[in-house]
């Protein structure tokens, strides 16, 4: 956010200035490009991002943002750490990083009849534009709880290009109309196709994954029970013998090697989602039904800063970008507060029961959930505003995070550690396609006027 600020600081005049408005004409003809607006009379006005260099530096700020909270969480999860507890921490930081972006940007300078400042605008007789930003949140909220699971059953990297084609595939084809296709249909729809091959090769690449663990796991259960071959995977949990250390006399179980079969079965035993004996349908149906809600959240937050459905009454100005993200939040930090506060104690998937009382007192790992939170929650918003500058059918160009993902889900995690050759292969058409897909996504940018 503060580096944003650093790049569009306008440069100074290298010489002396005979008037004020001399001062004023010279500001003028820079501040289209840096965001910021300055009249002599009025004073500063607020920083609303304009140029596609600006646009750019938003959306990269946020690829890298949005690609690394999901590595967090999953970390927290393998843990052991109840996702709920996870997600509650998440969600308070997720809101403040909303509260802190309106308060600051939303509040520079003076507030006007055609850009009000966020606090003005919270008077306003603004509900229509204010519902379609809480309906956003609502469906990323609920988008974000069931990605907590698919991580678990099918990995972070397959889940995040899986959500993230869907969301660009849907997604992107509505803001097209929705900013009444200022983006090069001949540019990004071919982005769009690649993004759906990518779905397609995700899809593979966990089926493959799940194989080789199979394999391993089976190769396993034959050296522990001298040839007897296991077919329900589920009975390997605990198969893991406790060695003893000699001098303290505490069984202890040595650190096994990423991708091996005691590697999976040390991270089962230690996960607080247990996955061995289900189908790997269930993994890919939350995938898909989280990939859905994604699709969702930006046309609905597009429709409440642009009002292309002219629900605002004659002479109420739209959402600026910052009061929007601030009711977006909102929705989001409360629909994230029931469901998991009811899965404390109604939890899924047979997770243990938890209360408020366990989660308060659970600081294990807290302060990396909060920080996820912050991460997602500036993500988002520097996806927002660079949307609101180039289009959102570009700014979903930020659902290149599962590059960021897979690079933390293979470093942190040993995915795909041992692999088959199959899967390397499947997982590196995958990313090829990607990369392709966003920077044809990208090369689409247009600019609002």
Not at 146 to 153: G, P
Not at 416 to 424: A, L
Request: aromatic fraction near 12%.
């Amino acid at each position: 956010m503060f580096f944003l600020l650093l790049l569009s600081s306008p440069p100074r005049p290298k010489f002396p200035l005979s008037s004020d408005m001399e001062f004023a004409e010279i500001y003028s003809s820079i501040s289209p490009r840096i965001g910021y607006v300055l009249d002599t009379s009025s004073g500063l006005k607020m920083y609303v991002v304009e140029s596609k260099g600006g646009a750019i530096a938003c959306m990269l700020l946020a690829l890298f943002f949005l690609g690394t909270w999901p590595a967090i969480m999953t970390l927290l999860e393998r843990r052991g750490r109840l996702p709920q507890h996870t997600y509650l921490d998440y969600t308070i930081t997720n809101l403040l990083a909303a509260v802190i972006i309106a308060l600051t940007f939303g509040q520079i300078g003076k507030s006007e009849p055609g850009m009000p400042n966020f606090l003005t605008q919270l008077s306003q007789d603004n509900w229509p534009c204010v519902l379609f930003a809480m309906a956003g949140g609502v469906v990323l909220s609920v988008g974000n709880l069931s990605t907590q699971y698919a991580w678990a059953f099918v990995g972070l990297s397959v889940t995040e290009v899986i959500t993230s084609s869907i969301t660009v595939v849907i997604g992107t084809t509505l803001n097209y109309f929705l900013d009444d296709k200022i983006n090069n249909a001949e540019i990004l729809f071919p982005g769009v196709g690649c993004f759906l091959v990518a779905v397609c090769l995700g899809s593979a690449v966990h089926s493959s994954n799940a194989a080789d663990n199979k394999a391993k796991l089976r190769g396993f259960s034959n050296d522990y029970k001298d040839g007897a071959e296991t077919k329900d995977i589920s009975e390997l949990k605990g198969a893991l013998p406790n060695k003893e250390d000699p001098e303290s006399g505490i069984g202890t179980v040595e650190e096994a090697k990423a991708g091996t079969a005691d590697f999976l079965i040390e991270l089962e035993n230690r996960r607080a989602i247990k996955v061995f004996g289900k189908s790997t349908w269930i993994g890919l149906a939350i995938t898909f039904f989280a990939g859905v809600c994604f699709s969702l959240f930006s046309p609905a937050f597009n429709l409440a800063t642009n009002d292309q459905w002219q629900t605002l009454k004659a002479g109420v100005p739209h959402l600026v970008v910052y009061t929007a993200f601030f009711y977006f939040s909102v929705s989001c930090f409360v629909i994230a507060l029931i469901l998991n506060i009811t899965f404390l104690y109604r939890p899924v998937l047979n997770l243990p029961k938890s209360s408020l009382k366990a989660y308060v007192k659970d600081w294990d790992g807290r302060g990396w959930a909060l920080l996820a939170g912050l991460l997602c929650g500036f993500g988002n918003g520097l996806q927002f505003m660079g949307g609101q500058a180039a289009g959102y059918a570009a700014a979903d160009a930020v659902q290149a995070l599962p590059l960021v993902s897979t690079f933390w889900g293979v470093l942190l995690f040993g995915e795909y550690r041992k692999s088959s050759r199959r899967t390397y292969v499947l997982l590196g058409g995958m990313l090829f396609m990607f990369i392709a897909a966003v920077g044809v996504l990208m090369a689409s940018s247009g600019h609002r006027k």
